[in-house]
């Protein structure tokens, strides 16, 4: 469901990759994968419709969730999507915090090797 939500995102259906996601989420499923992928579709959705306000919450909440568990490469998935966003609503300051979090991942990244 979750990969036809993102085909419907890329032909610009908004409303039924809306629905779709609205249902997705009624399933109420505790897992962590799915919870995550339901995120980061809403936010590209949000995204796509150049909501970027609701799209760097989504991102957030996805970001929060990958730290809980540790999941690095979820964690700069949405950094960078943050960014982005928030490059795209011209607030540069909030765009370098993020990406100085992502120093902060590479150094300890490479400090485990």
């Not at 700069?76 to 011209?90: A, D, P, Q």
Request: aromatic share 12%.
């Amino acid at each position: 469901l979750i990969e036809l939500c993102d085909s419907l995102i890329k032909k610009r259906k908004f409303t039924t990759a809306f629905k779709l996601i609205s249902y997705i989420e009624s399933l109420d499923d505790e897992s962590y994968k799915i919870k995550t992928e339901i995120l980061l579709t809403g936010a590209k959705l949000f995204k796509a419709q150049s909501d970027y306000e609701n799209a760097i919450l989504a991102y957030e909440e996805c970001y929060y969730l990958a730290n809980l568990n540790e999941d690095y490469r979820l964690k700069i998935k949405c950094i960078v999507s943050i960014s982005s966003c928030c490059l795209e609503l011209s607030d540069l300051h909030k765009a370098i915090v993020y990406y100085h979090k992502l120093i902060d991942i590479e150094s300890f990244l490479l400090s485990e090797i």
